[in-house]
Structure formats: structure tokens, C-alpha cells
């Protein structure tokens, strides 16, 4: 089992919908990152979280500590936003990013 | 500022050849990585240095070297290339000087070894 887990793998949305992407985690850690990656592009970091909710445009990231669980939400999707979302985690112990292997998202118009 | 610049884009090695992959960052971060990227799975940690002088073993470090003579340098060197270091790699700087930091990628080398 991967110590970085993220659904759905892959997503399909319309234009316009409320999408929601979950990562789980099962090492301790002290902090989460949320990146996005478009087809054949770089890395680009979204958010970094060690508690609560931030939130950038129409983008909401939430973590639960406690619960080790994390969840990035776009509110009125859009075409752009297709492209594979990542979550990583930064083991408390090594400082090291364990990284989940992404959710490829695409947005129909 | 240009963040994290790598070069190549693309390369194509034959079996055998070897090459070095150019990472640059101008952000002053201590903290540089080495990633590769391979398909269904997550990135994986070749390399790492926390500032010039010190390099230290990922996951995945076999076939690989690195050297780190600056801070803003962080060149990874290919010796043997062979098929199963077909991927994608990326490479990553930070700057740990809080316990909550930031990474900042480059934008990938997509190479292919036939």
C-alpha cells in the first residue's frame, strides 16, 4: 500500500462543476502540498498546508490532521483547470515529500 | 526571477551514452532535488543536497551522480545510460528556513534512452 493515496485516479467534469480531489496518507507529517501538473509541463506548487483551509481563487484546499486525510476542491471548473493535480506529503521524520501518483482531471466545455 | 531553470527539454540517449542534466535555480535555496517521474507512478527522490558541498542518496539513486559546487547548481550526471532511465525528471529547490516551506520545480527533462 502506497503511504500516499489519492481518488479518483482519473475524473471527468463538465464545465462548470464542483470537483473535489482526496489524498489520504498514512505517515506522520508536517505539512501537505497540493501541485498541478498540465500534460507535458512542469510542477507547479498550489498549496502548502499543515492544518485547516486555505483557499486561491476558485481553488480550497482542507486538511484533517487528525483523520490524515486532505482534500482540494475547484469551484466552477473550468477547461484549464484539466490537468493531473498531486499530492505530496513532507514525512515528519525524514523531511523528505512522499509524493501520490495524481488525478488526472479534464474539464469538457 | 527565473526560479528553477533545467536543460534540457528533450534528449534521446542511445544505450550507453552518458549526459548531464542542467538544473539552476536563482532563489537562493539551500535545499536541491532530483526527481524522476515515471508513468502511474509518483515521483520518486534520486538526490538530494541541503547546500553546496553536500549531496546524499534518494530512493532511486543507482545509475546516477551528482555534484553541487554552488548553490545555485545542481547538475545530475547519467554514467551508462540505460532503458529503465527512461523518464521524466524534474528538479526541485526549497528553502527550509521555517518549519512550513515551499518547493519550487523546474519544468522537466523528458528523456529517452534507446
Known amino acids: 500500500k502506497n503511504e500516499v493515496e489519492q481518488s479518483p485516479q482519473n475524473l471527468t467534469a463538465q464545465e462548470g462543476e464542483f470537483i473535489t480531489i482526496n489524498c489520504s496518507y498514512s505517515v506522520g507529517i508536517s505539512a501537505l502540498h497540493w501541485l498541478q501538473q498540465h500534460p507535458g509541463g512542469g510542477i507547479v506548487s498550489l498549496f502548502m498546508?499543515?492544518?485547516g483551509k486555505k483557499k486561491h481563487g476558485r481553488l480550497i484546499a482542507t486538511i484533517n490532521i487528525q483523520e490524515k486525510h486532505s482534500s482540494l476542491h475547484i469551484t466552477a471548473s473550468h477547461p484549464r483547470d484539466s490537468a493531473v493535480y498531486i499530492c505530496a506529503v513532507r514525512d515528519g521524520a525524514t523531511n523528505k515529500l512522499i509524493f501520490g501518483t495524481g488525478t488526472l482531471l479534464a474539464v469538457q466545455p | 526571477n527565473a526560479g528553477v531553470t533545467q536543460t534540457p527539454k528533450f534528449r534521446i540517449l542511445k544505450i550507453g551514452q552518458s549526459m548531464t542534466l542542467q538544473c539552476t535555480q536563482d532563489?537562493?535555496?539551500?535545499?536541491m532535488y532530483w526527481y524522476r517521474q515515471d508513468p502511474g507512478m509518483g515521483l520518486k527522490l534520486i538526490y538530494y543536497?541541503?547546500?553546496?558541498?553536500?549531496?546524499d542518496k534518494g530512493e532511486v539513486p543507482n545509475g546516477y551522480n551528482v555534484s553541487r559546487s554552488t548553490t545555485e547548481d545542481f547538475p545530475l550526471r547519467l554514467e551508462l545510460a540505460a532503458p529503465s532511465q527512461t523518464s521524466v525528471y524534474f528538479c526541485a529547490s526549497s528553502y527550509p528556513a521555517t518549519e512550513n516551506y515551499g518547493y519550487t520545480f523546474g519544468s522537466g527533462t523528458r528523456l529517452t534512452v534507446v
Open positions: 543536497s541541503v547546500g553546496a558541498g553536500i549531496t
Open positions: 532563489m537562493n535555496h539551500n535545499y
Open positions: 498546508l499543515s492544518s
